[in-house]
């Protein structure tokens, strides 16, 4: 029988360790994702901005997009699931709009600078509303006695 320990939620009853620590790594991933949010917004603004770039914000953006990267990397140890293949997904879109910010921004496309930020809408838009959404989800799980306790045997 898999390692159980004692919810301190609910009352003594037990779960399995394994759940716990999934959703606890979960959490986590989560939190350092919705942090990197601010900074990519940051990146993705001063990229839309005409002008030159600093390294600064090469740096920055470097950093948040590696950020996401790692974040994508831990979930691979996960069992698949509809719930890690949707945050795997939003990671994904997250990493992918501050490179293609940096690359609009560090190549200088001036001349159509117009018709492109008009498909630019909200900075990381919906995606990042509903990665804020998944980690209070996750956060909330953690913090809910459990509905269907599981045995307290052990053998």
């Known amino acids: 029988m898999a390692d159980v320990v004692e919810d301190p939620r609910s009352g003594g009853d037990v779960v399995p360790l394994d759940e716990l620590r999934l959703l606890r790594d979960l959490r986590d991933i989560l939190r350092s994702a919705v942090e ?44 698949p699931s509809p719930l890690v293949d949707e945050i795997a997904a939003l990671l994904n879109y997250h990493q992918q709009m501050v490179e293609q910010a940096l690359l609009f921004g560090y190549r200088g496309f001036e001349e159509g600078r117009e018709r492109i930020l008009r498909g630019w809408s ?17 956060r909330r799980q953690l913090a809910e006695p459990r509905a269907t306790p599981t045995p307290k045997s052990r053998s």
Not at 122 to 138: D, F, I, M, S
């Open 122 to 138: 909200g900075r990381l838009g919906h995606p990042a509303k509903r990665l804020r959404e998944l980690y209070a989800q996750v």
């Open 36 to 79: 990197l949010q601010s900074p990519a917004a940051q990146v993705i603004d001063a990229c839309m901005e005409p002008g030159g770039k600093t390294a600064e914000l090469a740096r920055l953006g470097g950093s948040v997009t590696s950020g996401y990267f790692q974040l994508r990397e831990r979930l691979r140890g996960f069992p």
